[in-house]
């Protein structure tokens, strides 16, 4: 099957630096992609939904400016977490839909920021 | 608005016992219907789905089937195997959101399946 890669798996990084966090779609191309957080044991919250070649739609209560995210080309999406806080601490799942509009998981990337 | 809600974990089952994962949900118009399940290690990956109402996803064994009378999609399977040990979502997809495919999830429950 269809396979989304997530890079990287994890990160440690300061309070206050900007953390890269990239979403591929090795086998296919994905107009759109999701990206979600997820607390420990709870569940998969929806970010923001990203577009190729455009700006990319955040869900209610998600700060655009501290979330940055671009989709520059049809495998891949970056999210980027700036001025990171202990807060934002958190597992960041991508997803990338195909043609036919099946979603398909990254392996998810876990943040710590001390 | 949407949610979707399903029983707490971990459930804890002996090999080829029958497995039932409740997940009920709560939403405007006729969304679709999921269960994703996630191995250790992995990323999740769709089991089944269900588009309307009395549709039966199933896969694997495993099978749901969207009863809007009840607003219920529980998951269940005949025999569990250890390998089915993994974490399963139930998730739907609002229509008419403007977020075509978005996915809304419900906590997860941990399945561990032992010989």
């Known amino acids: 099957g269809a396979v989304v890669s997530q890079h990287p798996s994890w990160v440690i990084c300061k309070s206050g630096t900007s953390v890269k966090i990239e979403c591929r779609s090795l086998?296919?191309?994905?107009?759109?992609m999701f990206w979600y957080r997820q607390f420990p044991k709870q569940s998969l919250m929806l970010m923001a939904t990203s577009n190729e070649g455009s700006k990319a739609t955040y869900e209610q209560g998600v700060e655009k400016d501290k979330f940055l995210i671009n989709h520059a080309s049809l495998t891949l999406s970056t999210l980027t977490v700036t001025s990171a806080h202990p807060e934002d601490s958190s597992f960041y799942i991508c997803s990338a839909r195909d043609l036919v509009d099946t979603q398909y998981f990254g392996p998810g990337t876990r943040l710590t920021v001390l | 608005g949407n949610s979707v809600t399903q029983m707490e974990g971990p459930v804890t089952l002996s090999e080829e016992a029958f497995l039932t994962i409740n997940c009920t949900y709560t939403a405007t118009g006729y969304p679709s219907l999921f269960w994703y399940v996630q191995y250790p290690g992995e990323g999740l990956q769709l089991l089944l789905k269900a588009t309307k109402a009395d549709d039966k996803g199933s896969n694997k064994g495993f099978e749901a089937t969207y009863r809007k009378e009840t607003t219920s999609f529980h998951l269940e399977k005949g025999s569990v195997q250890v390998s089915d040990s993994a974490v399963y979502f139930c998730?739907?997809?609002?229509?008419?959101?403007?977020?075509?495919?978005?996915?809304?999830f419900g906590a997860g429950t941990r399945l561990a399946v032992h010989p």
């Open positions: 998730a739907l997809s609002p229509l008419g959101t403007g977020g075509y495919n978005k996915l809304i």
């Open positions: 086998d296919f191309q994905a107009t759109t």
